[in-house]
DNA sequence: CGCGAGCTTGACGTTGTTCAACTAGAGTGG
DNA sequence: CCACTCTAGTTGAACAACGTCAAGCTCGCG
């Protein structure tokens, strides 16, 4: 594993709005040292449901999707994780596995820390570890809201759900490209491709919403969320 | 704050499975010298979602569902909290409120600890913070199981997933008297009253489940939980 | 005895899935 | 340069799942 393999520096990540900022830069240093780099191509897994969890994930480049399988196949995008976000797991001190799914939805590039690392910086750096049951706790709220959001609106409801999130958290734009797919957009509304395809023209038709392909253009952000609030 | 009102001693609870068992003797004392203890009568909230976050709560005796309200005023019941269930709340450390309610379904004695005596808890052991962490992550894969089962199951799935549920880690036993309405049931599982009523009379047809008014036995099991997995 | 809350049932309408057919665009080989 | 194929996207019709509404029931309690 040589060092020329790594294309950034964990002192670059340290400005970066994520829970490694609480190390000192002798633990960043640590962490540069142990960590490595590995690419993936669009479409990739990154780690699978139930497989050993050996490794924290962090994304440096690219953007990858997080995603619960379901035993019939069907799949639910948790949420997609751009650069210097961490993805830890659930796994982490309980039954060491993973409990859900990562792939690339473009190509990208992921840090690959192992879990030792992490118990060590936590029993060294209590604010750290202090940070990281925060970190969980914003996990968990985001998992309240999708549960509320899945299970008590309706389709419209959902999928202006999902396309809030896009434009105010993933792409920081009302206008945007994406990689993800109408399946994807689907499953992150708990919807078949069908009914997703249906909702976006009726977005369409009513003038909140132009997409096309992949070009997606919000032209009445406050009707969306108008929607997303009565359900 | 006379000592007499406590009808418990934390040092007895040392010995029951959740995570104050990683605090030292002294560290327990700490506890049960700045805890108080409330009682709260069958349907009385113990907190709200959206009010401060002040204390955590720990179920004495009793039980108490926590349940997210939605803006339609319909509930989803997330779980059931028996004695010595720690109810932390993912506004710890986050925005100091809460996420959901808390109600008591029972009569029901609680004790509320201080979020600074946690953070001070926190701070001074290690093995206790990354126990919280494991803790937080347990409840994590709750979650992900919810997230699956209401939405990509079925009501006949839903329900059996709600019965297993409190067979198996609530009542511990096939054969249960509870205090849960039909619309608790229903909130359990993600669908309406009358339907929550529908399925389970479905089950009753089948030999599955005999039910009577807070009466339930499990007469076969196995086909639950063939139910549930199929979904 | 009557009242009220929770429970139960049936009829009906809406929502969302399934299935099957069709289209458009992107590679692939002749 | 044109078939050919493959995948993602799109559409419509039939159907199943589930919620809504309204009525009637049961049982504990004053």
């Known amino acids: 594993m040589e060092n020329v393999e790594?294309?950034?520096?964990c002192l670059q990540c340290k400005f970066q709005s994520n829970i490694f900022r609480f190390l000192s830069e002798e633990e960043l240093s640590y962490v540069?040292?142990?960590r490595?780099?590995?690419s993936f191509k669009s479409g990739e897994n990154i780690f699978k449901q139930?497989?050993?969890?050996?490794?924290?994930v962090c994304i440096t480049s690219g953007m990858a999707k997080v995603f619960l399988?379901?035993?019939?196949?069907?799949?639910?995008?948790?949420r997609l994780m751009k650069p210097t976000e961490l993805i830890g797991g659930p796994g982490f001190r309980t039954d060491n596995r993973h409990h859900f799914s990562a792939a690339a939805i473009v190509d990208t590039v992921a840090c690959f820390i192992e879990v030792s690392v992490f118990e060590k910086l936590l029993n060294d750096n209590t604010r750290f570890a202090l940070e990281m049951i925060a970190y969980l706790n914003r996990a968990h709220i985001g998992l309240y809201n999708k549960l509320l959001t899945n299970t008590h609106k309706h389709m419209s409801g959902r999928m202006?759900?999902?396309?809030?999130?896009l434009s105010e958290e993933v792409y920081e734009s009302n206008v945007f490209e994406t990689a993800l797919s109408r399946q994807d957009l689907?499953?992150?509304s708990s919807m078949t491709k069908e009914s997703a395809i249906r909702v976006l023209k009726e977005f369409k038709d009513e003038g909140i919403l132009n997409c096309y392909s992949s070009h997606f253009d919000i032209a009445n952000k406050e009707a969306l969320r108008k929607i997303y609030k009565i359900g």
Do not use: Q
């Open 186 to 188: 689907a499953d992150m």
């Open 50 to 56: 139930g497989g050993p969890l050996t490794h924290i």
């Open 160 to 165: 202006a759900g999902t396309l809030l999130y």
């Open 32 to 34: 540069n040292d142990m």
């Open 36 to 38: 490595f780099e590995v």
């Open 6 to 9: 790594k294309v950034t520096n």
């Open 69 to 78: 399988e379901a035993d019939d196949h069907s799949d639910i995008i948790l």
